[in-house]
């Protein structure tokens, strides 16, 4: 039981490069969100998903797209990148037992993402 | 509007001393109270939650936290730290009806010999 895992663990890009972050859960976790975390400024919510196939904003969502295409993946996109994006992106997962936002999340090791 | 405020940005304990983190939110009903702990280089780890009940948690790794209604607190504590708790600290409130979760900036632990 891997729990969420996150790949890759470390990238650099150049402005105006893209990438895919890729988060997987074998929990069978119904939500799942990704966050940036900067100095400072604690976790920040970017995208989240309720369930298979559905996908919504969070606090900070611009220049970020989202998939969710199977239950146990999560995919963050970077179309464009740019030096405000470098950060720690934390993928997470909670169960559908309470209220979305109120249970245990479960997080991954992280993406240390630098652009330049 | 929702907030959370760790008031300290880093704490310097000795081993085995006392430990409190303080954690400070503005919510207009009950909130789900939350305390995570990130060692260097990991993703969050849950500690202890509050959703109702007795005001006083319990938490992994002998950490237990406070519910204080009047005082819009819910501080962390640790009797005796271990060199293995320094580590940064974060306080997140969440409410229901539609997602919303937010951390504190995090306080990080240190800990002297």
């Known amino acids: 039981n891997a729990g969420v895992t996150q790949t890759p663990k470390f990238r650099v890009l150049k402005t105006g490069q893209s990438m895919t972050l890729l988060c997987a859960q074998d929990?069978?976790?119904?939500?799942m969100y990704w966050y940036r975390q900067d100095p400072g400024m604690g976790l920040r919510l970017i995208h989240y998903?309720?369930?298979?196939?559905?996908?919504a904003k969070g606090e900070v969502p611009d220049g970020y797209n989202v998939s969710r295409l199977k239950k146990q993946n999560f995919l963050l996109g970077l179309e464009s990148a740019a030096p405000s994006q470098t950060s720690v992106y934390f993928c997470?997962?909670?169960?559908?037992?309470?209220?979305?936002?109120?249970?245990?999340?479960?997080f991954g090791p992280g993406t240390r993402l630098t652009v330049l | 509007a929702q907030s959370v405020t760790q008031p300290d940005i880093h704490i310097t304990v000795s081993e085995g001393a006392s430990l409190e983190l303080r954690c400070n939110y503005s919510?207009?009903?009950?909130?789900?109270l939350f305390w995570y702990v990130q060692s260097p280089g990991q993703g969050l780890q849950l500690l202890l939650k509050?959703?109702?009940?007795?005001?006083l948690v319990q938490g992994i790794k002998g950490f237990e936290a406070e519910f204080k209604r009047s005082q819009s607190s819910f501080n962390l504590r640790k009797p005796s730290v271990h060199w293995s708790d320094a580590a940064e600290y974060f306080c997140?409130?969440?409410?229901?009806?539609?997602?919303?979760?937010?951390f504190g900036a995090g306080t990080r632990l240190f800990v002297k010999a």
């Open positions: 919510y207009g009903a009950t909130p789900y």
């Open positions: 509050y959703f109702s009940g007795d005001t």
């Open positions: 998903s309720v369930g298979e196939g559905t996908t």
């Open positions: 929990m069978n976790h119904e939500y």
């Open positions: 997470a997962s909670s169960p559908l037992r309470l209220a979305i936002g109120t249970d245990t999340q479960y």
């Open positions: 997140a409130v969440a409410r229901t009806g539609g997602f919303k979760t937010i």
